[in-house]
């Protein structure tokens, strides 16, 4: 095993691409030549949950993936920049600097005046996102809104749909807007599941995508009519859009777009359900022999090992999550090949020598960022469950925003959950932009919890 992190080689890696990528858009002079794609596609998006965004140091989305089938199929290089918003991103189009982008462009006059629409097709509603509950009838038509209470984004597109509605009905929908500064989307979704408040307006998929976390909800109420959304190429190559259509036409990408809808819209992406443990037994799991062996590898707690191997998969060794992510500890088979683990990896043995191996780089990247090495249990745990990357930039965002950046609770954990917001994410000291942070501070939270009972009963 080198020196050095294996997870800093792959960042170094992944922001090397990146760096390259904007050096080359420096040159605005277009490579296209009519009929023949070129060697390498010069693709822009955006950073979004269902897009674009890097997770445990992997790139994913639906439209990344996608791209990256079109450019293997076509036996050509991708080369993507991400834009820092849609108008910015039009505009690469427009300069030549990218020849496609590969993010829900709405199929509108407006938009129609500068990009032609191709590739794959996406059509969202407006929908109401509702709780289920027992003994509780779901709002199944919109003539029931009147006298309920919906919350949505101040200045919003649902916002005025919900105005438009609202006049429709004859009024009585008590409209609540929420300033966007405050809470975004799906701050109110998670709100809604959670009973802090009892309606709110989103677009189907971000609706479907949010759903996997929160199975209690419902989004099967449409509120509008709907919007189609596709890629897009400038005007003057519409042979491009004619190539990229003819290839999403045949059965092969088709099936890996089913894929990658129900991978990101229909798996839950929920931990399985906890069970309690019973530790007057003295023991903690049938593995505890194989923690304690390479935890003491590492001088790292065998019982915090555990706690890390009870949330990740509740001891299941065959779990495959739905980023793909196996075995008892959850590793990524891209992270199984960097630590030589690749053949055997999802095994009991090999996944719990693998994860000290990774624990052992990150407490190596995070022992100057973090000196106190109690608090920096929470930054291996986070940093072990959303990869480092996001890890740093909640580091970094905790120095700009005036929070301490040595202490997780309340403050880096606090920022970790702001990369969630465009105005953050987006924010130069930030490198690794969108990230869901909830469920990994309540990983965190959920390993200590276990980590802090363990202690009071089983022996070190």
């Known amino acids: 095993m080198k020196s050095q992190s294996t997870q800093l080689i792959i960042l170094m890696a992944l922001g090397l691409m990146l760096v390259a990528c904007v050096g080359r858009h420096n040159s605005v002079t277009s490579h296209l030549h009519p009929g023949k794609l070129p060697d390498t596609l010069r693709v822009a998006t955006l950073y979004s949950p269902t897009s674009y965004f890097i997770y445990k140091e992997e790139p994913m989305g639906v439209d990344y993936s996608m791209v990256k089938r079109l450019t293997e199929d076509k036996g050509i ?60 009838s779901l709002i199944d038509d919109v003539t029931q809104l009147p006298t309920h209470d919906v919350f949505v984004e101040k200045e919003s597109r649902y916002y005025y749909r919900m105005h438009n509605l609202n006049e429709e009905l004859g009024g009585g929908i008590r409209i609540h807007p929420i300033d966007n500064d405050t809470l975004i989307a799906e701050d109110l979704i998670e709100m809604v599941s959670n009973g802090t408040i009892p309606l709110t307006v989103i677009d189907s998929d971000i609706a479907q995508l949010n759903r996997t976390y929160y199975p209690n909800l419902d989004v099967s109420l449409v509120l509008s009519f709907p919007q189609r959304s596709a890629w897009g190429v400038s005007p003057g190559n519409q042979w491009l859009a004619d190539s990229i259509n003819a290839w999403i036409s045949d059965e092969k990408p088709r099936n890996t777009r089913r894929q990658l809808l129900r991978r990101y819209f229909q798996l ?135 929070y301490n950046p040595e202490v997780w609770d309340g403050n880096v954990a606090e920022c970790l959950l702001l990369k969630s917001k465009p105005e953050y994410y987006n924010d130069p000291v930030c490198k690794w932009g969108y990230f869901r942070g909830r469920q990994t501070t309540a990983y965190v939270n959920q390993v200590m919890s276990f980590y802090t009972r363990a202690k009071q009963y089983i022996n070190q």
């Open 77 to 136: 290089a991708l080369d993507l920049i991400v834009a820092p918003g849609m108008q910015r991103m039009i505009e690469m189009l427009d300069s030549g600097m990218v020849d496609l982008i590969v993010y829900p462009i709405p199929v509108t006059d407006e938009f129609n005046k500068r990009v032609i629409s191709c590739g794959p097709v996406t059509e969202t509603h407006q929908v109401l996102v509702q709780p289920r509950r027992a003994g509780v």
């Open 268 to 402: 839950s992406k929920n931990a399985p359900a906890n069970n309690h443990i019973d530790f007057s037994k003295g023991h903690i799991s049938p593995f505890d022999k194989i923690f304690k062996e390479y935890a003491r590898s590492i001088n790292y707690d065998w019982r915090l090992l555990a706690a890390q191997g009870y949330v990740e998969s509740q001891f299941d060794t065959t779990r495959t999550s739905w980023a793909g992510a196996k075995g008892i500890m959850q590793i990524m088979p891209s992270t199984a090949r960097a630590y030589g683990a690749a053949d055997d990896f999802t095994s009991i043995e090999s996944s719990i020598r693998t994860s000290t191996l990774i624990l052992k780089d990150l407490n190596k990247s995070l022992s100057k960022l973090v000196p106190d090495p109690e608090e920096r249990l929470k930054f291996l745990l986070a940093a072990y469950n959303a990869g480092l990357a996001h890890i740093y930039d909640a580091i970094a965002l905790a120095r700009k925003l005036g």
